[in-house]
């Protein structure tokens, strides 16, 4: 099967003539939706069956549905979902019970995930929430210790799993000293590599094994103080395949984002040479689609060999009570069913 080595958005509701013929011609290996192509779940569900059927295959089809403020789907049609912070809070006071809610809450979002055909969830993020950090982050972390953090995301990943839905582990190797939003402009970390290891980057150890990843756009001074994550060599090998070791997929994060340099052609080479498997284009637009495609190789090597073994993650997930279940989070985390 011929698919090519990027991930891409689309501009609305439905899809575009313009869009199919790009889809068939340019076979990206996945798609990801943002709240421009979500009005009901109808429409939601038959746009995904749609573009799968233009790619010939059951395509991954990603989204971020964190809960809290990243979440793509909303009310009326979607329940609201807590933001992590919430699962942080829960731990201090009892970790077993927190650990529990976390899993029931993702358990809950792949059932509405899986329901319209999505089966990527851009969760967990295992990014550390601290004084120096932008407030991008914030409440979307589950706390400012790596053990913490690393245990909730488990737990987290775990319920999407078992809901059939996959994993992304986010924003490796760690966002949370970031000082500026990497949507507009480029963080720079000066932090030490010690303190970095210490912290940041070790609460992703304990998730290496997760099936995909995304990365950060900073830069992390005392390692590569010329280029982020995203688009460096050496924090690619030395800290998320050598200290994190990490296994899985890693995909950067959108190349449209304020913090890269240079046009989309060339953060996705520059992407692609720092080792990411995989590059994420999320805008929708097509004067930078077709140049992103242009630079995305055929998936295979290794990058085939991750892809195919996260794909293989996607079960068919177990019948549950999910109207049981949500009452149970509800109580949980003391918000009304």
Same mark, same amino acid.
């Not at 869009?19 to 943002?34: C, H, T, V, Y």
């Not at 809450?105 to 899986?114: E, Y």
């Not at 073994?309 to 509800?330: C, T, Y």
């Given at each position: ?75 009326? @049609? ?39 055909? *999505? ?17 991008? *982050? ?33 924003? *490796? ?9 990497? @949507? ?22 304990? #998730?290496?094994?997760?099936? #995909?990843?995304?990365?950060? @756009? ?25 200290? *994190? ?53 055929? #998936? ?21 009570? #999910? ?15």
């Amino acid at each position: 099967m011929r698919v090519r080595a990027f991930i891409t958005g689309l501009a609305g509701p439905e899809l575009l003539d313009q869009e199919r013929a790009f889809l068939k011609e340019a076979a990206p290996w996945g798609l990801i939706l943002f709240a421009r192509n979500v009005q009901t779940p109808q429409q939601v569900k038959a746009l995904v069956e749609e573009a799968r059927a233009v790619l010939g295959w059951r395509a991954p089809v990603l989204i971020d549905q964190e809960g809290g403020r990243v979440q793509r789907l909303r009310p009326p @049609h979607w329940r609201e979902y807590p933001p992590a912070e919430v699962f942080g809070r829960l731990y201090g006071e009892d970790p077993a019970g927190a650990l529990a809610a976390t899993r029931l809450n993702s358990r809950l979002i792949a059932a509405d995930l899986a329901e319209l055909g *999505i089966d990527v969830d851009c969760l967990p993020v295992a990014d550390l929430r601290l004084p120096e950090g932008h407030g991008i *982050i914030g409440n979307r972390a589950y706390g400012d210790t790596p053990d913490v953090v690393a245990a909730l995301a488990r737990a987290a990943a775990e319920g999407l799993l078992e809901g059939g839905v996959l994993p992304v582990l986010k924003h *490796i190797p760690g966002h949370g000293r970031a000082p500026v939003d990497s @949507h507009e402009r480029l963080p720079r970390v000066e932090a030490p590599r010690d303190v970095l290891e210490r912290t940041d980057f070790a609460a992703f150890r304990p #998730l290496a094994d997760l099936p #995909l990843a995304m990365t950060a @756009h900073v830069v992390y001074a005392a390692i590569d103080p010329d280029h982020p994550a995203t688009t460096s060599r050496i924090v690619m090998d030395e800290v998320v395949r050598g200290f *994190i070791g990490f296994s899985g997929l890693v995909m950067s994060d959108d190349l449209s984002m304020g913090a890269l340099a240079g046009t989309v052609a060339e953060r996705a080479a520059a992407a692609l040479a720092a080792g990411c498997d995989m590059l994420l284009h999320c805008n929708g637009r097509m004067d930078e689609m077709i140049p992103v495609a242009a630079e995305a190789p055929l #998936l295979d090597g290794r990058a085939a060999t991750r892809a195919a073994s996260a794909l293989g993650a996607r079960i068919a997930p177990a019948a549950l009570d #999910l109207d049981a279940m949500r009452r149970e989070l509800a109580t949980r985390v003391d918000k009304p069913a």
